[in-house]
């Protein structure tokens, strides 16, 4: 089933942004979702998973810095990310995951959302 990411945007470095995901509802109550995102040339690399209690991980070049939260009233995943760095550019995704990173097939691939960081 298809997730829809939004909140994407060019934004200057020491900035913020929310990202957020619209997951179906049978998807929501029941798996962990993961945020990933592919730089231009890169491999595709996870950022975060969280449960659907709301319990957290990072991988360790966000941590400090980007919260993944969720809403059950919206069926909505958030990815608060603050003191952005040009690093950070990428297409940010949601999907399904463990919480070593790996995704998991319950979900497709969405279109993701763009974050750029320039000055």
């Not at 919480?99 to 279109?111: E, I, L, V």
């Amino acid at each position: 089933e298809q997730v829809v990411e939004s909140g994407g945007a060019l934004v200057q470095p020491g900035g913020s942004l929310r990202l957020s995901c619209v997951v179906p509802g049978s998807i929501f109550n029941d798996y962990p979702m993961g945020w990933y995102r592919q730089a231009p040339g890169k491999e595709r690399e996870w950022v975060a998973t969280i449960s659907t209690a709301g319990v957290a991980a990072y991988a360790d070049s966000v941590k400090g810095r980007f919260t993944a939260t969720n809403d059950a009233v919206t069926n909505t995943v958030y990815l608060q990310m603050n003191d952005l760095k040009p690093e950070d550019t990428a297409v940010y995704y949601c999907h399904t995951a463990l919480f070593s990173g790996r995704p998991t097939a319950f979900s497709s691939w969405g279109q993701g959302t763009q974050v750029t960081v320039a000055s």
